[in-house]
T-cell receptor
């Protein structure tokens, strides 16, 4: 069964801490994504990556960075966590086909609920 | 940027009732997708639509790609308690620098047994 695994379901951090959210997929997918989900705002794309060591900004990249050193792993980094980064973070992956990103078969992880105090 | 208006925001229905929700946009999309998020889980793809006017079913779920390509509809017939969750629509345009998916804000469905 295909799987996207996020390392933590719940995380509590303090303001100013550096936070790492890890995501691993076992499907050999080229594309990986980080979204945040907030009530009433839906899913918003933070960063995505279409290859190892490649990254692209999404809609709300401010305050975040990412790392993709291996194909199966995509990390989201909060350099200095702030309370407005309290949210549910969802990692996703998909296979790349043709010349376009085929996002339709996005596979999501179960999410990490991050609280910044 | 592009935005999707998804409605209703939430629904409280009785088990056995039918459900309808929709997404509209001011922009044209080439693909419409519907995802469901169970409580405590990530979203899972329910239905994908690729052609204007297309009507696709998945069990008790039926979705349609609007003729104008600016809207899509999801219907659930004879709802059951496990239909509870958040339903997201998403639209995609191929081409451009990203070919990114745009998500609606979600419809939260509650079902009373």
């Amino acid at each position: 069964d295909v799987k996207v695994t996020q390392s933590s379901r719940y995380l509590v951090k303090r303001t100013g801490e550096k936070v790492f959210l890890e995501c691993v997929q076992d499907m050999d997918h080229e594309n990986m994504f980080w979204y945040r989900q907030d009530p009433g705002l839906g899913l918003r794309l933070i960063y995505f990556s279409y290859d190892v060591k490649m990254k692209e900004k999404g809609d709300i990249p401010e305050g975040y960075s990412v790392s993709r050193e291996k194909k199966e792993r995509f990390s989201l980094i909060l350099e200095s966590a702030s309370t407005n980064q309290t949210s549910m973070y969802l990692c996703a992956s998909t296979r790349a086909t043709g010349g376009y990103f085929t996002h339709e078969k996005l596979f999501f992880g179960s999410g990490t609920q991050l609280s910044v105090l | 940027g592009q935005q999707l208006n998804q409605s209703p925001q939430s629904m409280f229905i009785q088990e056995g009732e039918d459900v309808s929700m929709n997404c509209t946009s001011s922009s044209i999309f080439n693909t419409w997708l519907w995802y469901k998020q169970d409580p405590g889980e990530g979203p899972v793809l329910l239905i994908a639509l690729y052609k204007a006017g297309e009507l696709t079913s998945n069990g008790r779920l039926t979705a349609q790609f609007g003729i104008t390509r600016k809207d899509s509809f999801l219907n659930i017939s004879a709802s059951i308690p496990s239909d509870v969750g958040i339903y997201f629509c998403a639209g995609q345009n191929y081409g451009g620098s990203q070919g990114n998916l745009i998500f609606g804000k979600g419809t939260k469905l509650s079902v009373k047994p």
